[in-house]
């Protein structure tokens, strides 16, 4: 079954980067640099975000309104929502149906959020408290009489990192 080569040309590359040593780089003219500033760039941005969702803003869709039910859909900041302050088509982001929820999720993660940091300052500078475990011999004897113990640190998980909590509490009353 002698088949016959079929001759297929590579595409070549185009303004490769050659070093003074002669060997050829596979990316094009500047695209290394490219690549280097971007890893740069978010090693930069990685290392400077203490709280990566500060400046963040989310938005929603206007509820809709029954006197335009035809209308394109508008976003606002959800921080808009029920502020007092029409920004949606017939003031919709505004009715008492509609803050109803809002209002009272906002309150309730508020609370959260202050007691949350309550905790965490009024421990802090404390000694963490350690559990006790008994550890028994081999023989059942003297079980009640072995007085060996280790201490193990409790593990305490942090709430500030869950609610985005900074040691300042400037993200106190700010959109979650």
């Not at 929502?81 to 929820?101: H, R």
């Not at 993660?109 to 011999?137: D, F, P």
């Not at 003297?142 to 500030?160: C, L, Q, T």
């Amino acid at each position: 079954m002698g088949g016959r080569r079929r001759n297929i040309e590579l595409p070549k590359p185009e303004n490769l980067d050659v070093d003074s040593y002669g060997n050829v780089d596979q990316y094009p003219e500047g695209l290394r640099k490219l690549i280097a500033q971007n890893i740069a760039n978010d090693l930069y941005a990685a290392n400077n975000t203490k709280n990566p969702r500060k400046g963040y803003a989310s938005y929603i869709q206007c509820p809709k309104s029954s006197i335009m039910p035809d209308a394109p859909p508008k976003c606002i900041k959800s921080t808009d929502l029920c502020n007092g302050v029409a920004d949606c088509p017939g003031a919709t982001d505004e009715t008492p149906d509609s803050c109803l929820w809002h209002k009272l999720e906002q309150e309730q993660v508020q609370s959260l959020r202050s007691e949350t940091y309550r905790i965490r300052h009024n421990r802090k500078g404390k000694k963490q408290e350690s559990h006790h475990y008994v550890m028994k011999s081999c023989s059942r004897e003297d079980d009640e009489e072995n007085n060996n113990v280790a201490r193990h640190k409790k593990h305490s998980r942090s709430f500030g990192k869950i609610l985005n909590l900074d040691d300042d509490n400037s993200s106190m009353g700010s959109e979650y």
